[in-house]
């Protein structure tokens, strides 16, 4: 008597059922095409000024070819382009420490810390965003002044921190909120001190925060121009800013030499933007909410 296979076949297998995404289903030249304009809208004014710099004075090629120097090393000696890059990179890199510095202890006093007027005093800093740099001119200049700092490139880097300061303890209070607060609980039963936990757990989480913050001040330190007209009145005092301003007069515009200085004035700041951007774009981002 055989016996009778009772269990019942099992139904084929259906294909797996492909996920369309809605960034699929847009055709790729929906998304080139737009870049692409804006690409070439971009790079069309960068290449002008290059085309100014390197071409011989009074051509009118498309083309810098056959290419000439001339216009740097006039900007670079005549024009004391030399002083003036030294005084730009003395005022960012100094802006750049007072303001990550003062910065990182205001942040995390925000951060960590419950006062009466915290609510105020953040509502205080939001509202000086909304204030333009020129309307400071006139009190600082007063102040700079009875403290005999005119001509000095010290107003211009405490001017630009008081500037810098507020966006920038914005962005590190947020960005120590993110970083659990248990880490610090830890190190102090460990025998940790608040300044040495902080010093050991807390900053090197701080990297992409305080590099952010950093490179912002040092880049608007470097292209600002009002606080170095009004506060500068030496020639060996002015920063690039100041100086490309020079090269322009009521009767005539030197374009080669403009040019030129325009990239001097633009090489190092697309150099640092170059190996900051990934420690820039997730400092921004982690900064901007709290996680």
């Known amino acids: 008597m055989g016996i009778s296979d009772s269990s019942t076949p099992e139904p084929p297998s259906r294909p797996a059922r492909k996920k369309h995404r809605a960034w699929d289903e847009v055709p790729r030249w929906h998304i080139y095409l737009p870049l692409g304009i804006y690409l070439l809208f971009t790079l069309i004014p960068f290449y002008w000024i290059l085309l100014f710099a390197l071409r011989p004075a009074g051509s009118t090629s498309l083309v810098p070819w056959p290419m000439t120097t001339v216009h ?14 030294q005084n730009s990179v003395l005022v960012g890199v100094a802006t750049l420490l007072t303001t990550t510095l003062v910065a990182l202890a205001g942040g995390y006093a925000l951060a960590r810390f419950d006062f009466r007027v915290k609510r ?11 204030v333009p740099g020129a309307l400071l001119l006139v009190p600082l200049f007063e102040i700079f002044a009875g403290l005999q700092m005119i001509n000095s490139l010290g107003s211009v880097i405490i001017a630009e921190t008081v500037f810098q300061l507020p966006l920038s303890m914005i962005l590190i209070s947020n960005f120590i909120k993110n970083v659990p607060y248990s880490l610090e609980e830890a190190a102090w039963v460990d025998g940790c001190g608040r300044m040495r936990a902080f010093r050991v757990v807390v900053l090197p989480l701080l990297r992409p925060g305080l590099i952010a913050v950093g ?3 040092f880049v608007h330190s470097w292209n600002h121009f009002l606080f ?37 004035a633009a090489v190092p700041v697309v150099i640092v933007f170059a190996f900051i951007q990934k420690w820039l774009i997730t400092g921004f981002s982690a900064g901007a909410v709290k996680g």
Do not use: H, Y
């Open 120 to 130: 105020v005093f953040m509502l205080a800093l939001l509202c000086s965003q909304f």
């Open 215 to 217: 490179s912002f001040a």
């Open 228 to 264: 170095a007209l009004m506060f500068l009145n030496n020639q060996e005092k002015q920063t690039i800013p100041v100086g490309l301003n020079t090269l322009m007069s009521a009767d005539s515009v030197d374009l080669g030499a403009l040019a030129a200085g325009g990239i001097i």
């Open 72 to 85: 740097f090393e006039k900007v670079w000696t005549d024009r004391a382009f030399g002083t003036f890059f």
